[in-house]
Structure formats: C-alpha cells, structure tokens
Antibody
Framework: QVQLQESGPGLVKPSETLSLTCTVSGGSISNYYWTWIRQPPGKGLEYIGDIYYSGSTNYNPSLKSRVTISVDTSNNQFSLRLNSVTAADTAAYYC??????????WGQGTLVTVSS | QSVLTQPPSVSGAPGQRVTISCTGSTSNIGAGYDVNWYQQLPGTAPKLLIYGISDRPSGVPVRFSGSKSGTSASLAITGLQAEDEADYYCQSYDTSLSGYVFGTGTKVTVL
C-alpha cells in the first residue's frame, strides 16, 4: 500500500517561502504523476500543481508565478515551494498520487499558517 | 475559483437516497474528461470514492455510485448511513486552465 507523508514548517512568515516535502513509501515514485493540493480552513480543495517522476510540471495558473514543484527520485520524494506567501496561503497542504486523472493516495496533510 | 459547482449541502434520513450534482462546462466535464469524487470525513484527508465517472476503488461500498450527462455529473448515495456524514467533492480536468479542478464541495448531513 502506497503511503505519503508531508513534512515541513507549520509556521511561515509573510513574504517568505513555504517549503514542504512529500515522502512516498510502499511504492516507487517512478512512472506516476504526483500532486500538491491545499485547503484553507473551512474551505474547499485547490489544485496547486503536479509533477511527473521525470520532472515535467504543470501548475495552477493562479499560483504559477509563485510555485515550484520538484522531484527527487533517489529519495522517493517530491517537494513544493511557494514564495511570497500571505495570510491567504494559510491552509492544509496535501500531497497525493495521480492515477488516470484521479488522486488515489493522499498524505494526511499538514497545516501551514502564514503569520508574523 | 472552483469551476465545478455543487450544492452547499444535502441531507437525508438513514436509509434514504441522496444525490449530489456537479455542474461544469464544455471545457471540463463536457469535453469528455472523467469525473472523480472524494469523501472527506471531519479532520481527515480526502479519500477517493469514485473514479472514471462510475468506478469504485476497492473497499468503497456499493451504495456509492456515479454518473455523468453532458456538462454535469452526479454522486448518489443509496441507503444513507450515519457514517456517510462528510464533505464530498467532485474533480475533473479543465482544458482552458490546463489543470485539474475541484467542485465547491457538498456537506452531507444524516438526519
């Protein structure tokens, strides 16, 4: 069974960079797309972007100028960087595997708060 | 910025059938892309409930079913149970945004 685990700081200051890593276990990161999704408190889900194990990426146009997703196949990890954060970026951040256009395995999520 | 619209809430008594609609457009559902559904129990990560419009992952009860027509899709829960009380989201792909999109979400309440 594939498992995903997000890790990173739970508190980020405004204007700084949010950095999260997703570690995949129970399966290889190869041959799949992997995605980041976020959910502000009390609100709905928002697709941030995705990455193929080879490194090709797709980003949500509304976040594209601030987002970078990268992959580290040797450690079975992929990462998210979101720069110039504001309070509006406060959310639970989830990593997930993409399979045939759906998100079949999810991490438990990590809450990131943007505050000084 | 959700491009898929769902009713904010639906409710039903135990044993009843409820449906959740997901309305899109010709750039997503109407373009022929699959619709997937997720169940999010309070305080937990979303879980894939239906994929490819109407297929269920292993372990998902048969009382959950999906369908699609034109630019809309629906999730039906037949024989509603107390444990089905959760938020439900539809999801598809949008060609104009060149990315995945989610529905606005629907809270299901079991009366």
């Amino acid at each position: 069974q594939v498992q995903l685990q997000e890790s990173g700081p739970g508190l980020v200051k405004p204007s700084e960079t949010l950095s999260l890593t997703c570690t995949v276990s129970g399966g290889s990161i190869s041959n799949y797309y992997w995605t980041w999704i976020r959910q502000p408190p009390g609100k709905g889900l928002e697709y941030i972007g995705d990455i193929y194990y080879s490194g090709s990426t797709n980003y949500n146009p509304s976040l594209k100028s601030r987002v970078t997703i990268s992959v580290d196949t040797s450690n079975n990890q992929f990462s998210l960087r979101l720069n110039s954060v504001t309070a509006a970026d406060t959310a639970a951040y989830y990593c997930a595997r993409v399979r045939v256009g759906s998100f079949d395995f999810w991490g438990q999520g990590t809450l990131v708060t943007v505050s000084s | 910025q959700s491009v898929l619209t769902q009713p904010p809430s639906v409710s039903g008594a135990p044993g009843q059938r409820v449906t959740i609609s997901c309305t899109g457009s010709t750039s997503n559902i109407g373009a022929g892309y699959d619709v997937n559904w997720y169940q999010q129990l309070p305080g937990t990560a979303p879980k894939l409930l239906i994929y490819g419009i109407s297929d269920r992952p292993s372990g998902v009860p048969v009382r959950f079913s999906g369908s699609k027509s034109g630019t809309s899709a629906s999730l039906a829960i037949t024989g509603l149970q107390a444990e089905d009380e959760a938020d439900y989201y539809c999801q598809s792909y949008d060609t104009s945004l060149s990315g995945y999109v989610f529905g606005t979400g629907t809270k299901v309440t079991v009366l």
